[in-house]
């Protein structure tokens, strides 16, 4: 089979597109033919040697955290799943991943794809709606009734915190460029700040529930962000490489969240997407023989929302 993999650490140019062995599913494990995989930004930092020590891999290596695809073969003591199911999943971090003809998965990580759109699109979900669901309810506890703020609204993760918190009965601020405020508001946001011209804390004049953080600051934004959540609120930052400030006095915490692979919570968002109530956005189509050329992209902050990654048919 065709798959991109890395040999060693370094730029985008170590990604090389090849042939490998097929893998065969042990116990527990089926194996997926792929419609598509995304590209996450941590696929670089993985790429780049930055994430060796919280997530180890074996050289060579296969990226593609998410998965999209049909199920090809079943390895032993698999229940609940069969040859032909289509699925959606969020792949182990240290495992080899999606960007290649078939992938192994366990079967635990994986949901029933959604129906309402086409297979190779459902790879643009796992990972990042997952960020956004446990980011809003795991962590900021996020209720009908309360305001939140989406500090970064027009990636891909804020795409779906967006919807997620409006679904949710909540007042959505958020914050976007130009480039990205009709998709932030198309999303359902209340209220669009234009963080390239106004401040935070000039625009936000009522104090809000829960701060979610998803874009790259400086830790002096950051820290400001402490002083538009109400007493008792929380502020949950996704920029792991920045703590998330909090405020004892006040009783605001923050935390810093790192998405984990959930497939009862990823089929929620399944049904809400096949219920017309989240929309998944895909804003490039790429096949996986071009992976290393969007990697080359994407370390020159020249990929703009969700990208998907086709392997070609075989």
Not at 39 to 56: A, E, K, L
Not at 121 to 134: K, R, S
Not at 281 to 307: F, N, Y
């Amino acid at each position: 089979m065709k798959a991109v993999r890395f040999h060693e650490y370094g730029d985008p140019g170590v990604l090389r597109y090849e042939d490998v062995e097929q893998p065969v599913p042990g116990a527990g494990e089926v194996r997926v033919r792929v419609a598509a995989t995304s590209f996450n930004s941590v696929d670089g930092n993985i790429r780049g040697g930055f994430m060796q020590g919280p997530i180890p891999v074996v050289l060579p290596h296969t990226p593609g955290i998410d998965v999209a695809g049909t199920v090809d073969a079943l390895g032993a003591s698999v229940d609940g799943l069969d040859v032909g199911d289509e699925v959606v999943g969020f792949l182990p971090m240290d495992g080899d991943g999606a960007a290649a003809q078939y992938v192994l998965a366990p079967a635990e990580v994986l949901a029933p794809a959604p129906k309402s759109v086409p297979l190779a699109d459902a790879a643009a979900l796992p990972v990042v709606g997952l960020t956004a669901y446990q980011a809003l309810f795991d962590h900021g506890k996020l209720t009908s009734g309360q305001r939140v703020l989406i500090n970064g609204a027009g990636g891909a993760v804020g795409g779906y915190a967006v919807q997620l918190a409006k679904n949710a009965g909540a007042h959505v601020i958020a914050t976007a460029s130009p480039r990205s405020s009709e998709a932030v508001t198309s999303n359902g946001a209340d209220e669009v700040i234009d963080h390239t011209t106004t401040s935070l804390t000039a625009a936000v004049t009522e104090p809000v529930d829960v701060a979610l953080n998803l874009a790259p600051v400086d830790p002096a934004e950051l820290a400001a962000l402490l002083a538009l959540v109400r007493p008792g609120g929380v502020v949950v930052n996704t920029t792991v490489w920045m703590p998330a400030p909090s405020d004892e006095e006040r009783g605001v915490r923050g935390i810093d969240l790192f998405v984990r692979s959930d497939a009862d919570q990823l089929a929620q968002l399944v049904a809400l997407v096949d219920r017309g109530e989240l929309r998944i956005d895909v804003a490039e189509r790429v096949p996986l023989a071009e992976l290393p050329a969007l990697h080359a992209r994407a370390a020159q902050g020249a990929v703009h929302g969700k990208a998907i990654v086709v392997p070609s048919a075989g």
